[in-house]
């Protein structure tokens, strides 16, 4: 008698990700896009690619200092990096603002709010990496504590389920969590299949 192999049911993370991109992403969806990135850990570590509608590939837009040998994209002048992907309809995305978005900037409030560049939008720039003009996203969080503790350590600024900020805003404590990860990469892949990681920042 043969017994069919059962399918592997593929590891989920217990995590939400990033609420400013939930949704905007969908999990990846072939071992390929896991490989680019290290051994997947569900137990701190979310994953997801940018999706709009049907399309899976950007046109990217950046603010910040990028390296010239290993692509990495840096904050700029003492301004935080921004990256952004636009769709073919010219939809724009902002997919990392480091200003707003992880532990530091969300959280911590370690950047002005208002601290960005002046004529932003004259000022980002197309990335293309050579001569690749449009390429899927590929993001990683890490969150290195679990909503329990992140609770625990911040129960007196709570109040009727909203986390109150050092400047007195207040995020509700589910859109606080998601916004706590302490480290976020992001990895592009051109329809050639050239890949490049381009952030890859601590944030705690």
Do not use: C
Request: hydrophobic residues 35%; aromatic residues 14%; proline residues 3%.
């Amino acid at each position: 008698m043969f017994f069919k192999k059962k399918k592997k049911e593929p590891i989920k993370s217990r995590f939400n990700g990033p609420g400013h991109l939930q949704n905007h992403t969908s999990e990846f969806t072939t071992s390929e896009e896991h490989s680019l990135f290290r051994k997947f850990i569900p137990r701190i570590e979310w994953r997801g690619k940018l999706k709009y509608q049907n399309e899976e590939y950007f046109r990217i837009y950046y603010f910040g200092n990028p390296s010239t040998k290993e692509h990495f994209i840096f904050d700029k002048n003492g301004l935080p990096t921004l990256i952004i992907a636009e769709t073919d309809n010219g939809s724009r995305i902002v997919v990392y603002d480091k200003r707003i978005h992880g532990f530091e900037g969300g959280i911590l409030e370690t950047y002005d709010s208002e601290q960005s560049p002046d004529d932003l939008d004259n000022r980002i720039q197309e990335l293309q990496l050579f001569g690749q003009e449009k390429h899927k996203v590929l993001i990683q969080a890490y969150y290195n504590h679990d909503q329990e503790l992140f609770e625990e350590e911040y129960q007196e600024n709570i109040e009727a389920g909203q986390l109150i900020l050092e400047s007195s805003k207040r995020i509700d404590l589910e859109e606080a969590f998601d916004n706590s990860f302490d480290f976020f990469s992001i990895i592009l892949v051109a329809e050639n299949g050239a890949h490049f990681e381009i952030i890859a920042d601590e944030l705690a």
